[in-house]
Every structure is written in structure tokens, then in C-alpha cells.
């Protein structure tokens, strides 16, 4: 399939204006990244505490922003998570405030006091079912023993009311209550809970408004750790092409594929910053993805203009590459154009786990399939024309030129 038939753009003749399109993006980047004093680093990165909240309710986020600094934790970020009817949030602590990684739990539980604080702590003496552990209701389910297994021994008590607790809490976490009940008496649904362990259950246990869903803790130690390995990994990806591309081709189209892609890496993490868009793992992982796509995308256009020098040796090497641009072209909107849809209905519909992985994929094909262009080319045009070889160590090729053809 071919959507354009032999065009004839004079790309190479364009490059300046798309040069500047690069460095205007690149720029704004780079000041986004220099005003905000680094990344928008994710709490993979940054280190901290990372605590899912599920509400009852939609979530009054002003109210609990005010509770948490007068909590002292006027540092911590709230965004929404899912959909709006899902009424779940997330709210996460850097380092600012969970300085120690032995403090991190302690960010978690201020967490948990600031929203009982907004949304009522239940009576005194009871404990909130909604964000209790399985060990939790099976110590209350043993003292209270609303099954009388005491007189068969404590070793049978404790067996039966460790896996009520864990069937209860199991149920509470399935779908479609992801992690709150309504009402005590909705456990009577599960197996093994007689009413009188639902009065006993409704006696020690109050319900709250909200549930943590889910916690993720990381030290600010495993944090650097995991910047500098993605650090390490992208660079050690992009040395290991231009080896392969000096090898397989010829070294200043390693070069021009490397910064291409190198260029890539730095644009989209620049919008990310613009778009205030967290960095984590998984963007890292888009990241790597997209060097491998945008890689992939050029060496296509090289491997054709290595062809057309085969064919044309006395034809000036910039007619050689646009040529070889203009007859990829078809193949790289073809290409590009159904990644992006595919990578853009992630973005929309995949949900918010992906979503970063999702947007940063999304920006580099665009970016990708542009500096393809806009960056490998030209750079490979200028390093043919001062250095005047095609590979280490040979003499020139013989090119057409205009000095040729006036001697002719």
C-alpha cells in the first residue's frame, strides 16, 4: 500500500525550518526543567509513600488538602485515579516530608489520621472494618469467639477465626465493593459468618467513608538507585546501536541515528515536564521503547539510501537521501500512523496505570518519526560533507558535483 506515488519534497532543502522546530521544543523543555529544579519525577524515582484511597463518596479534595497541612503535610499531591464515578484518589508524600525511610510508614498513617479526621473516626473503642487487616478482625473474632470454639481449644479457634477473617476481608477487597462495605450486615454472604459473628463484628468494628486500596513505600536510597539505573540502561542502549550501526553500516549514520534518538529521549521527557506529567518506571520502559521504534524508523530510510548508492554512484548524495526519504514515506505514515492510533486508544481508554506509558509512547512517534527527518538526515548530510568518506578508513566515494560537472 502506498500513500503518496513518487514524491518529490525537497526535505534536506527544508531543514532549517525543521531544526528550529526541534530546538524550540527542546528549549521550552529545557526551561520547564530548570524552573521546576529537575524532573517531574514519579514516586518510583523520588522515594516516599504512595497510599490508593477509595471513597464511598466523591471525595472532597479541598477539604482533605486543608487537613493534610494542618497535619504538616502540605507537601503531599492529590490527583484523581480511574474515572470519576470510581471516586478514588491518590496521594503520595516525597521526600520533603518522609525524609528517613524509616518514617515512610509514618507518612502512611498520617495519611489514614488526616482523612479519618475529614470523614470521622467512628466510635470510640471500634475499629474501621473498611481498612482493617485479616490478622486484625481474626484477633477481635477470638476474643469475642461468637462461635464458642474456645471449649475444642485455642489451637481450633484460632485456625477457624484466622481464615474467617482472611474470607472476610477477601470479600470485602472483591469487586464491586474494592474495599468498602456499606453495611455489617453484607457479611453475612460469606461463608462461616452466623449472625452471631455479624453482632459480634458490628460490635467491635465501625465502617468509614473511605478505603486505602493499596501502598506503595519506597526508601529515598532504592529511588536514586532506580534513576541512575534507568540512567544507565538508556545510554548503554544507544552505545550499543551505534556499535551495531557502525558495524552493520557505516559511522556517520550511527551517529545521526543516535542523536536522533538521543534527541527523542530529551524532547519527550521535556514535554513531560510541560505537561507536568510524572517520570516513573513505566515511562522509563515507553522510553526504551521508543529508542527501539525511532531506531528502527531511520534505519529504514538508511538502508534505502544505501541501496540508491549502490544503484546511482555519481548522483550528489543529498538528491540520494531525499530521495530515499520521499520513497519511505509512504511506509513510515503507514507504520507510524496505525502505532499511534494503537498507542493513543492506550491513552484514552487504558486507564490510568498505563496512562504514562501510554502518553510518553504517543509523543514519541510523533517525535520519533519526525527526527527521522528533521535530525538523522541533515546530520548525516553534514558529517558526509566534512569528513568526505563513507566509511572509516576508505577513500571518498565518487559523488556528482557541481565543480564535476563545470570541469565536464
Known sequence: ?????????????????????????????????????????????????????????????????????????????????????????????????????????????????????????????????????????????????????????????????????????????????????????????????????????????????????????????????????????????????LIYIWFRYELIYGIGAVVAVFHDVLVTLGIFSLLDKEVSLTVIAALLTLVGYSMNDTIVIFDRVRENLRLSKRERFVEVLNRSINQTLSRTVLTSGLTFLAVLALFLFGGEVIRGFALALVIGVIIGSYSSVAIASPLVVFLHERFGKTRVGEKPRVYERETASARR
Do not use: C
Open 1 to 241: 500500500m502506498e500513500f503518496f506515488r513518487e514524491p518529490s519534497i525537497d526535505w534536506l532543502g527544508k531543514k532549517w525550518y525543521l531544526i528550529s522546530g526541534s530546538a524550540i521544543l527542546f528549549l521550552a523543555g529545557l526551561i520547564s526543567v530548570i524552573a521546576r529544579g529537575g524532573l517531574p519525577y514519579g514516586i518510583d524515582f523520588r522515594g516516599g509513600t504512595l497510599v490508593n484511597v477509595k471513597f464511598a463518596q466523591a471525595p472532597g479534595l479541598d477539604a482533605i488538602r486543608a487537613e493534610l497541612r494542618r497535619q504538616n503535610l502540605g507537601e503531599a499531591t492529590i490527583q484523581r485515579f480511574g474515572s470519576a464515578g470510581d471516586h478514588e484518589v491518590i496521594i503520595s508524600l516525597d521526600l520533603k516530608t518522609t525524609t528517613a525511610s524509616e518514617a515512610l510508614d509514618a507518612g502512611k498513617r498520617a495519611i489514614v489520621t488526616a482523612l479519618g479526621a475529614v470523614y470521622g473516626t467512628g466510635p470510640v473503642g471500634k475499629v474501621d472494618f473498611n481498612n482493617a487487616s485479616p490478622q486484625t478482625v481474626a484477633e477481635h473474632l477470638i476474643a469475642a469467639d461468637p462461635l464458642g470454639l474456645a471449649a475444642r481449644g485455642s489451637e481450633v479457634a484460632t485456625e477457624t477465626y484466622r481464615g474467617l477473617g482472611e474470607a472476610l476481608v477477601s470479600y470485602r477487597n472483591s469487586a464491586p465493593r474494592s474495599g468498602l462495605i456499606a453495611d455489617v450486615q453484607q457479611l453475612r454472604l460469606v461463608a462461616g459468618a452466623t449472625p452471631a459473628v455479624v453482632d459480634a463484628l458490628a460490635k467491635d468494628f465501625h465502617l468509614s467513608g473511605f478505603a486505602i486500596r493499596n501502598t506503595e513505600i519506597v526508601g529515598p536510597k532504592v529511588g536514586a538507585d532506580l534513576r541512575r539505573q534507568a540512567l544507565y540502561v538508556t545510554l548503554a542502549g544507544l552505545g550499543a546501536m
